[in-house]
């Protein structure tokens, strides 16, 4: 919920505020656009979130000593393991998730924002989805700083002024700015925190592991070189 409503009034706030900042309509369509895909992607992560369970089957009357020899027994021979909380075989690299209660298929971890799991299925979703967010964030609250703040050019591009807020001294002096400025600052935070979460993704994707298995210290030695892990995501049908 934190999420939709941090999305929900940084929109309001700069719809509400694009008379008064005078931007140019282009520049507010492509903010809402950018908005649109981002929020697009992320509903499609939360939409194949349950894509991601585990096609279990269930072991009968398993106690945790027999459960434990079991899953060994199946690592060695099948590409199959045991939960020891719900008892079901399930695939290898495949964690029980205690918020959701089921066996997601390589879980990265349970995503607060969206409440639901990050695995296989829609791995890629949210990912996309964290980019076009940061991007989202950044492009509209550059904008607003540039249009309350005085602005300065670091570069033309194909005749587009790409601009950077210099002096923000005199935000204060009037309310309806001010809100503006801190909104500004708020979105400025989300983006933070969303570039520290793609910094752990890259580094996951890098090492060929998931989030969970680095949480667990799984690593499974010699998978793939570099290159290979992002062959692996980029080409295959699962991370």
Excluded at 216 to 223: L, S, V, Y
Aim: charged share 15%; glycine share 4%.
């Amino acid at each position: 919920m934190w999420a939709l409503w941090s999305i929900l009034f940084l929109w309001i706030l700069f719809e509400s505020t694009v008379p008064m900042l005078e931007l140019l309509p282009e520049e507010n369509v492509a903010f809402l656009l950018l908005l649109s895909i981002s929020l697009f992607f992320l509903y499609k992560a939360k939409h194949f979130s349950q894509s991601s369970q585990a096609a279990a089957s269930h072991v009968d009357a398993v106690d945790e000593d027999s459960a434990v020899l079991l899953i060994h027994d199946e690592m060695e021979d099948q590409d199959t393991n045991v939960c020891q909380l719900c008892r079901k075989r399930v695939p290898l690299r495949t964690f029980h998730c205690i918020p959701c209660q089921v066996c997601i298929v390589r879980q990265d971890h349970h995503n607060v924002w969206l409440d639901c799991c990050i695995g296989a299925s829609n791995y890629r979703y949210y990912l996309l989805g964290c980019i076009f967010g940061l991007i989202t964030l950044l492009f509209g609250s550059n904008l607003s700083l540039t249009s309350i703040c005085h602005p300065f050019l670091i570069a033309n591009v194909v005749g587009v002024h790409i601009l950077m807020p210099d002096d923000c001294s005199d935000v204060f002096d009037q309310y309806d700015i001010a809100v503006c400025f801190v909104g500004s600052v708020y979105a400025l935070a989300m983006a933070g925190c969303i570039i520290l979460v793609l910094m752990q993704q890259i580094f996951f994707i890098s090492r060929g592991i998931t989030g969970t298995e680095w949480r667990r210290g799984e690593f499974i030695p010699q998978r793939r070189h570099c290159c290979g892990n992002w062959r692996n995501f980029l080409c295959s049908s699962s991370k």
